[in-house]
């Protein structure tokens, strides 16, 4: 593990899409707004509709966290509910802002948000320390394949800028990250209300040489949520797109490598094999479709190939399986036990799934996996599913795409769990 200082320096306009994280009241929405404000990315209107949103909460000034609560309920109980998506963009570099709630209510919502992110901006009260909730974020964020971490250390100005008080959070968050393995980590001392050390370098933390939160944004690596591992393309079809002419093409997004005209794929869970004539997009062939890319693939042969299916390169194809052991974390407020009856969404695919075993449950506090019969409310643990359709799955560290899904309830329709293909990666407790 790694500082993030020249872990991967952005170029131009590579976008990187983070998610702010951490429990509630310590500050995410304040340091997201600031970050937005003070790099000039909202609108007169948009700062009018912050001061009025304070003005009838009794705030004096300008409360920034009003920037990314858009929904009248956070604003008045002054907590993040949904997830708040903001875009923001500097000379070297594009965001896609995910600003998580921190409520333990809402960690279905915070693992939305973290689902598809380069990168977390962990925030933490350096007053408090890390709190369960923002363990339980990491946590999940780690297991989401989240790899690079931006530690705020927030309200330092109540500290009266302390060094040591930021440095037991710097340890702390260093110690989480290791046992996540987690690839890289900067932590940074903050005030986000008065905006030291967000956009501009403070001259309130003389002991610290660092860079600001947007410099570490600036200079993190971007792009890897799709392109993940090495199991090699992987397109599930999203539409059959019948060809005026007559044919079929299939529509999708391309995830963990390329595809190219002349690829030998299969069509799973069936097992057909053709070739890759044409690949393309509304503006027409490419030569090359990458990660991330929507595009239509057309087959050398007449095969059956319907939504849910998955088109692969032959050569590393995943082989569909009917059990699977995966990592979930369970959202809803009746437990998840052996027996029950969900629906998997799968990439496209929607097909009926039995729980056969709860194997254990994650102990945030330690990060040991234990024994367990079931799992709460915000419960992280191991399960084993039966599907009634074989699903083409990839190990969650090789493909972030194919190697998660959701639990649907069958008779409310809500979803109640996100699961990750495999057991949780995590080191070892270190020795004494």
Not at 182 to 191: A, I
Not at 272 to 299: K, M
Not at 333 to 360: C, F, M
């Amino acid at each position: 593990m790694s500082s993030l200082d020249g872990a991967g320096v952005g170029t131009g306009s590579e976008l990187l899409r983070f998610a702010a994280v951490g429990s509630v009241d310590d500050g995410k929405s304040t340091l997201i707004g600031r970050l937005l404000h003070d790099t000039k990315q909202l609108f007169d209107d948009q700062l009018e509709a912050v001061a009025t949103a304070s003005r009838r909460r009794g705030v004096e000034g300008v409360d920034l966290a009003f920037v990314t609560d858009g929904l009248r309920a956070e604003r008045e109980q002054g907590i993040t509910i949904d997830v708040a998506y903001r875009y923001a963009a500097t000379p070297r570099r594009k965001f896609v802002i995910a600003d998580c709630p921190g409520h333990v209510q809402y960690t279905r919502n915070m693992a939305t948000g973290a689902s598809t992110a380069d990168l977390a901006v962990v925030v933490v009260d350096a007053t408090a320390g890390l709190r369960e909730q923002t363990r339980r974020h990491c946590c999940i964020a780690a297991l989401l394949g989240v790899r690079h971490l931006i530690v705020a250390a927030n309200k330092m100005d109540l500290t009266g800028w302390d060094e040591a008080a930021f440095r037991t959070v710097e340890a702390d968050m260093m110690a989480l990250s290791r046992r996540l393995e987690v690839e890289s980590v900067v932590t940074v001392p903050v005030s986000a209300l008065h905006g030291d050390n967000v956009v501009e370098p403070s001259a309130a933390a003389p002991w610290y040489r660092g860079p600001t939160i947007l410099a570490a944004l600036e200079e993190a690596p971007a792009g890897a949520w799709a392109q993940e591992g090495g199991a090699g393309a992987r397109l599930p079809v999203q539409w059959v797109v019948r060809q005026p002419g007559g044919g079929r093409s299939y529509a999708g997004m391309v995830t963990g490598g390329a595809l190219r005209p002349g690829d030998e794929v299969v069509i799973l869970p069936g097992g057909s094999q053709s070739r890759i004539t044409e690949v393309s997009t509304y503006d027409g062939p490419l030569e090359e479709a990458i990660a991330s890319q929507s595009v239509t693939v057309t087959l050398a042969d007449d095969v059956d190939v319907s939504r849910g299916d998955l088109i692969a390169p032959v050569e590393g194809a995943p082989e569909p399986v009917a059990e699977l052991e995966a990592t979930v974390c369970w959202f809803a407020e009746h437990p998840l036990e052996a027996g029950q009856r969900y629906r998997v969404k799968h990439t496209t695919r929607v097909t009926p799934a039995r729980v056969l075993s709860v194997e254990s449950r994650l102990d945030v506090g330690t990060l040991e996996l234990g024994p367990a019969a079931r799992l709460g409310d915000n419960d992280i643990g191991v399960v084993r599913l039966a599907v009634a359709t074989p699903l083409a799955v990839d190990p969650y560290r090789t493909n972030r795409v194919t190697g998660s899904f959701v639990l649907i309830d069958e008779a409310t329709n809500a979803t109640v769990a996100a699961g990750m293909v495999g057991a949780p990666v995590l080191a070892a407790a270190p020795a004494g």
